[in-house]
């Protein structure tokens, strides 16, 4: 139902409008009717309509002064212009501004629905368009942060939400609002932050939000204060990172710390007792990097990762953190280690579970770098999976090197490709492209430290178009570059 907003000096015409066709039966719903401009205006401040009807001679502001005025005020609608025949020197002017068409006094229905089905033909036309656009937006923005987007790609993407990649110097913190129904009160406060990286999937709504610490936490604030996420509905905050490749960091934080959240909401009920409000103030605290844990994985050095980790700790420590936020922490590491191991989900609830029921900060640590043990020796074996997700699995082991999509991989399964990718998703606890990124950065450790082969090489052997893709990918997993690697093996 598209909204129409009506504008006439003489009350028997707005009145006589209103009643002269069943507005509904064409697709449309009155919303306003204004006497003259200036009641117009003041509508137009809060509300946008779809179709302006609007007689040209009005006093003091002219209907088409009128519609000059609110078009560069920023407002876009269509618009018809309503006339009478001597004024017909205003219908060759409300034209060249663009009415989609005029109708003469006294009003006659046919022509009004006449007129009204040719602007709903051209209405409906102009949605497809931006709904095609807005879904092409949403998977191009979520590529971007699943790392999944070529260099030139990215830039393309900024230019295109025109944001400056040098204003993500002063900080870009992802923020998951999730089991969000309606995202309507969120977009509004984004428009006011002036927040325009973001997509929404599956009741997520993953917002990159870029600005300095203060300006974060006002946001976030606003969030939970205005009741715009509330209920079941939670938020989830990654770090804050400073370059646009990485953005990734910040969003798989995010991320997991959902599942975290979930995890805990099953022993406990968050929306009714103070564990819920203990756990969202977590969100407005810096978050820890990862980074040189992610080093220390990708080694397999196990002395770096129980150094770096100890350092951690003995930093959360100094700052006088909240339990709370200690196993955030901690979970955050055993999922980066859990990343590569891939715990059956036994082991995986058992950790979770020891880590949970900790009675200290050094407990904590305890069980870490019992994980970290078993780095070499576990591995989950492919038939705790599914039958599709093993034949995925089975795909991207034997076409890596390949252009694979989940798209695809999907059409060889005869699966819808949403479908697949929330069920691998689901089991894997990372998305299809996250995996296959995973898959091609072992080869390429494999190749780094056994072959003779260069790095331009290697990243054309292993499936990435670009060196610049695949050096921004394997720093984004491993925590450091591809010569960095190497020199640790040569």
């Given at each position: 139902?598209?909204s129409?907003?009506?504008?006439d000096?003489?009350?028997?015409?707005?009145?006589?409008?209103e009643?002269?066709?069943?507005?509904p039966?064409y697709g449309?719903?009155?919303?306003?009717?204004?006497?003259?401009?200036?009641?117009a205006?003041?509508?137009?401040?809060?509300?946008?309509?779809?179709?302006i009807?609007?007689?040209?001679?009005?006093?003091?502001?002219?209907?088409?002064e009128?519609?000059?005025?609110?078009k560069?005020?920023?407002?876009?609608?269509?618009?018809?212009?309503?006339?009478?025949?001597q004024?017909?020197?205003?219908?060759?002017t409300g034209?060249?501004?663009?009415a989609?068409?005029?109708?003469?006094?006294?009003?006659?229905?046919?022509?009004l629905v006449d007129?009204?089905n040719?602007?709903?033909?051209?209405?409906?036309?102009?949605?497809?368009?931006?709904?095609?656009?807005?879904?092409s937006?949403?998977?191009?923005?979520?590529k971007?942060?699943?790392?999944?987007?070529?260099?030139?790609?990215a830039?393309?993407l900024?230019?295109?939400?025109?944001i400056?990649?040098?204003?993500?110097?002063?900080?870009?913190?992802?923020?998951?609002?999730?089991?969000?129904?309606?995202?309507?009160?969120i977009d509004?406060?984004?428009?006011?932050?002036?927040?325009?990286?973001?997509?929404?999937?599956?009741?997520?709504?993953?917002?990159?939000?870029?600005?300095?610490?203060?300006k974060?936490?006002?946001?976030?604030r606003?969030?939970e204060?205005?009741?715009?996420?509330?209920?079941e509905?939670?938020i989830?905050?990654?770090?804050?990172?400073?370059?646009?490749?990485?953005?990734?960091?910040?969003?798989e934080?995010?991320?997991?710390?959902?599942?975290?959240?979930?995890?805990?909401?099953?022993?406990?009920?968050?929306?009714?007792n103070?564990?819920?409000?203990?756990?969202?103030k977590?969100?407005?605290?810096?978050?820890?990097?990862?980074v040189?844990?992610?080093?220390a994985?990708?080694?397999?050095?196990?002395k770096?990762?129980?150094?770096?980790?100890s350092?951690?700790?003995?930093?959360?420590?100094?700052?006088?953190?909240?339990?709370?936020?200690?196993?955030?922490?901690?979970?955050?590491?055993?999922?980066?280690?859990?990343?590569?191991?891939?715990?059956?989900?036994?082991?995986?609830?058992?950790?979770?579970n020891r880590?949970?029921n900790?009675?200290?900060?050094?407990?904590?640590?305890?069980?870490?770098?019992?994980?970290?043990?078993k780095?070499n020796?576990h591995?989950?074996?492919?038939n705790?999976?599914?039958?599709n997700?093993?034949?995925?699995?089975?795909?991207?082991?034997?076409?890596?090197?390949?252009?694979l999509?989940?798209?695809?991989v999907?059409?060889?399964?005869?699966?819808?490709p949403?479908?697949?990718?929330?069920?691998?998703?689901?089991?894997?606890?990372?998305?299809?492209?996250?995996?296959l990124?995973?898959?091609?950065?072992?080869?390429?450790?494999?190749l780094?430290?056994?072959t003779?082969?260069?790095?331009?090489?290697i990243?054309?052997?292993v499936?990435?178009?670009?060196?610049?893709y695949f050096?921004?990918?394997?720093?984004?997993?491993?925590?450091i570059?591809?010569?960095?690697?190497?020199?640790?093996?040569?």
């Amino acid at each position: 139902m598209y909204s129409v907003m009506i504008i006439d000096d003489e009350y028997m015409i707005l009145k006589g409008l209103e009643k002269i066709i069943s507005w509904p039966d064409y697709g449309f719903k009155i919303v306003k009717s204004a006497r003259n401009a200036k009641q117009a205006l003041d509508y137009l401040s809060t509300n946008e309509v779809d179709l302006i009807i609007t007689d040209v001679n009005m006093p003091k502001i002219s209907g088409l002064e009128f519609v000059k005025i609110a078009k560069e005020s920023g407002h876009q609608f269509e618009f018809m212009i309503l006339s009478g025949y001597q004024e017909f020197d205003y219908v060759r002017t409300g034209l060249k501004l663009g009415a989609v068409d005029y109708i003469l006094k006294p009003i006659d229905s046919k022509a009004l629905v006449d007129s009204l089905n040719k602007i709903k033909t051209k209405l409906d036309s102009q949605r497809v368009i931006q709904q095609e656009s807005e879904t092409s937006l949403n998977l191009q923005v979520r590529k971007l942060f699943e790392n999944d987007l070529e260099p030139s790609e990215a830039v393309a993407l900024f230019h295109q939400l025109r944001i400056n990649p040098e204003l993500i110097g002063s900080g870009i913190t992802v923020i998951a609002c999730n089991r969000v129904d309606d995202v309507k009160e969120i977009d509004q406060l984004c428009q006011q932050y002036n927040q325009v990286l973001k997509f929404n999937q599956n009741r997520i709504l993953d917002i990159g939000f870029v600005g300095g610490r203060g300006k974060l936490l006002k946001f976030i604030r606003e969030l939970e204060d205005k009741q715009i996420v509330s209920g079941e509905s939670f938020i989830t905050v990654g770090e804050t990172v400073y370059n646009w490749p990485d953005i990734n960091q910040s969003y798989e934080q995010a991320v997991r710390l959902s599942m975290i959240y979930k995890f805990y909401e099953k022993g406990n009920k968050f929306s009714s007792n103070n564990l819920r409000v203990d756990w969202l103030k977590q969100a407005t605290l810096p978050k820890v990097s990862l980074v040189k844990v992610k080093q220390a994985i990708a080694l397999n050095d196990c002395k770096m990762l129980n150094d770096e980790v100890s350092k951690i700790f003995d930093e959360l420590s100094k700052q006088g953190v909240s339990p709370s936020y200690v196993r955030q922490v901690a979970f955050l590491i055993y999922s980066e280690v859990n990343a590569k191991v891939g715990f059956g989900e036994k082991d995986y609830q058992t950790y979770v579970n020891r880590i949970n029921n900790a009675e200290s900060w050094q407990n904590i640590v305890d069980i870490l770098n019992d994980v970290f043990s078993k780095l070499n020796a576990h591995s989950k074996d492919d038939n705790d999976y599914s039958e599709n997700v093993r034949q995925v699995i089975d795909l991207i082991k034997k076409r890596y090197r390949d252009d694979l999509s989940l798209r695809y991989v999907s059409d060889r399964l005869h699966l819808n490709p949403d479908y697949l990718g929330q069920l691998f998703k689901k089991e894997m606890s990372l998305s299809f492209s996250r995996y296959l990124n995973d898959y091609r950065i072992k080869q390429a450790q494999y190749l780094l430290k056994e072959t003779d082969q260069s790095i331009a090489e290697i990243s054309e052997d292993v499936g990435y178009t670009t060196t610049a893709y695949f050096y921004r990918n394997f720093k984004a997993i491993c925590g450091i570059s591809p010569k960095e690697y190497q020199k640790k093996y040569v």
